[in-house]
Structures are given as structure tokens and as C-alpha cells.
């Protein structure tokens, strides 16, 4: 019996394969040769054993896309009552995988003069292609301050998409904005004129969100909340989707009474029967948009109201003066000093 290893590969990612093969008899076996016959992908480097001399080496193969490693166990006689064990080693190449199966076919036959049953075996190996993509925030969080001279202005949600798509993974993001609180709309999102991707508004989300709540919070995920989706099909390299969105003045002052915080949410889908994802920590990714009320005061009213009372005071002060004859002794001294100055 034989094991494989990996069981699975992942092209572009598997790069080595390795199969171990135990043989066992009770009589002596002549000419001992096991064929093995494998997707072309696989280059043969070394086989090894430590009990027995083996050698092998690649043959024609019937199948244009298969090939053939023939294997000659020690040559001519493997000793009665023998346990053997083979190492075969192969790297597998980086090139497209044709099929979504690989199949790797043992056959192990001697000379013998009594026929005896060969040994069979057949490995069936999944294949997927490997995918290197990451969706990210351009911009985590922005803040905006509302206050009663505010009026409706433009957002900018922008999410980075970077990718590296050998294999040509048919990749899917998909933008959720939530549009709508309590049946009164807080954004009109479109795509921006300078997106380069080929985004267009989608009914439905391929991957569902994560159901959680936050108190003042936003989202697609909260109750009594209307969400618009956007769907951007195969990114064949890195790039931007921006989408850009309309806050809705009158509504927002009218829901938000200290902050809230509203949450775009994107997330990245493949066929994951075809490909296998490098990371899948870089799947998803947020961008919110903070909106705090700020009070504004009038400080008119408040600047003539302290004019008026510094003066209501001077005035108060210069009668004060005058009672106490202040203004009197002053003119007298005035004068007393003139007098002595003519002396």
C-alpha cells in the first residue's frame, strides 16, 4: 500500500509531492517492477530506499498527458519474507491544471513462474489552483461634523484590491452601503466616473454579513436597516472601487442626535471548488463614515448683551462718583493748585 503526500495539491502553492510505498511477500520475487503512471505536471527527482537498491526511470507514456515512472526493485531477486519501503519524490510545476481531478496509477508485477496477482493501486488527487487576493479599506474611517448651517454633501468610500491572479480566478467583490434607517434615506450611492472596474448595482449579496449590533451604529446588519449593493465581476490585478454617495442633510439631522457611524462593508468571492485562496484573512473589509452633531451658538445676542451691561455699568459707576462728590474735590484741588502757582 501506498500514501500520498499532499493528498490535495494546490498549484501554484503545492510545490513538492512525495509518495511512500510498503511492499511485503512471503516467497522470493524475480524482477520485481513497479509502474507508475502520473499527470505530466509531476517532474521525477529521487527515489530512495533503505533496505533494497531501487532504480527508476521515466518511459513513454501511451497518454500524451500522462507520464510513466518505472521503478526496478532490487534486481534480479527480492529475498522471500521481505519488507520494503520506497520514497518517490516529485516536484510539481506551476503550469495550469487541466481538470479538477489528478489520478496516479501503481502497478507492481514480477516474473515469477507461478502467476501471482500484481499489486494495484490508484490515487485520486483534487486539484485547485492557487489565488492571492486582499480587499482592504483605502480610507478606515472619515468624520464629518453636522450643525444646523450644514448641508447635503459628497462621500468618498474607497476599498483597495489587491490580487495576484495567475491562474485567471473569476474574482467577485461586492460593496454593501447601507441606504436606508428607519424608512428614511441617509445616502444616494452610485459608482464614481473614475472607477476602472466594471461595477454595477447587484439585488443580492453572495456572502452573507456577520449578524451583529452596535448601539449608534449603521449597518447592513442592523435591524430596520435598507442596504444598496454594488457588484464588481473578475479584477484581473490590484485596484480601487470608489463609491461615491450623497448624505442626505435633513434626514441625518433628524436620526443622529449625538454621533452614529454608518458602515460599508465589501467582501471577496471565488469559486472555491476551482481555487484555493493564499490567505483568507483578507476577505473582508469595512469603511465607515463617522457623522458628530456639533451645537453652534449665536454669540451675537451674547456680544450686545455685554456691551450693554459694561455699559449699564460704566454708567452706574460714574453716578456713584458723582454722589460722593468725587468729580468736586477734584475741580477744587484743581483750583488751589492754580492759586499757588500765581503766588
Request: glycine share 4%; net charge positive; hydrophobic share 40%.
Amino acid at each position: 500500500m501506498s500514501t500520498l503526500s499532499p493528498a490535495n495539491w494546490i498549484v501554484g502553492s503545492t510545490a513538492n509531492v512525495t509518495m511512500d510505498m510498503r511492499l511485503s511477500n512471503k516467497a522470493a520475487s524475480y524482477f520485481t517492477t513497479m509502474d507508475i503512471s502520473h499527470p505530466d505536471n509531476l517532474d521525477f527527482k529521487f527515489v530512495r530506499s533503505e533496505t533494497v537498491d531501487v532504480q527508476c526511470n521515466t518511459e513513454p507514456a501511451t497518454i500524451s498527458s500522462l507520464s510513466l515512472l518505472r521503478c526496478l526493485i532490487a534486481h534480479p531477486i527480492l529475498k522471500s519474507k521481505s519488507s520494503i519501503t520506497v520514497s518517490i519524490f516529485w516536484s510539481l510545476r506551476q503550469t495550469e491544471f487541466k481538470g479538477k481531478k489528478a489520478f496516479i496509477n501503481i502497478n507492481v508485477t514480477n516474473k515469477n513462474e507461478a502467476k501471482e496477482a500484481a499489486v494495484q493501486q490508484t490515487h485520486e488527487i483534487f486539484v485547485k489552483h492557487s489565488v492571492n487576493v486582499a480587499l482592504s479599506p483605502r480610507q478606515q474611517n472619515k468624520v464629518i461634523l453636522i450643525n444646523n448651517d450644514w448641508s447635503n454633501q459628497d462621500v468618498h468610500l474607497q476599498f483597495l484590491v489587491t490580487m495576484g491572479n495567475r491562474y485567471n480566478a473569476e474574482v467577485n467583490v461586492t460593496i454593501s452601503i447601507p441606504v436606508k434607517i428607519k424608512g428614511l434615506y441617509i445616502l444616494e450611492p452610485k459608482m464614481a466616473e473614475n472607477s476602472s472596474l466594471n461595477c454595477y448595482k447587484s439585488n443580492s449579496i453572495a456572502n452573507p454579513i456577520p449578524k451583529e449590533e452596535f448601539k449608534n451604529q449603521w449597518g447592513c446588519d442592523v435591524k430596520g436597516c435598507e442596504c444598496q449593493h454594488f457588484s464588481c465581476p473578475f479584477i484581473p490585478s490590484s485596484g480601487e472601487i470608489t463609491v461615491k454617495a450623497r448624505l442626505s442633510w435633513a434626514n441625518i439631522q433628524q436620526l443622529v442626535k449625538h454621533h452614529a457611524q454608518i458602515v460599508a462593508f465589501g467582501v471577496i468571492t471565488f469559486d472555491e471548488d476551482l481555487y484555493q485562496a493564499t490567505s483568507s484573512d483578507l476577505h473582508n473589509a469595512t469603511v465607515s463614515v463617522s457623522i458628530v452633531k456639533v451645537l453652534m451658538f449665536n454669540t451675537i445676542p451674547v456680544v450686545i448683551g455685554g456691551l450693554v451691561v459694561g455699559l449699564f455699568l460704566l454708567i452706574v459707576l460714574v453716578f456713584i462718583l458723582y454722589k460722593c462728590g468725587f468729580f468736586k474735590r477734584n475741580y477744587k484741588y484743581k483750583i488751589e493748585l492754580e492759586e499757588e502757582t500765581e503766588k
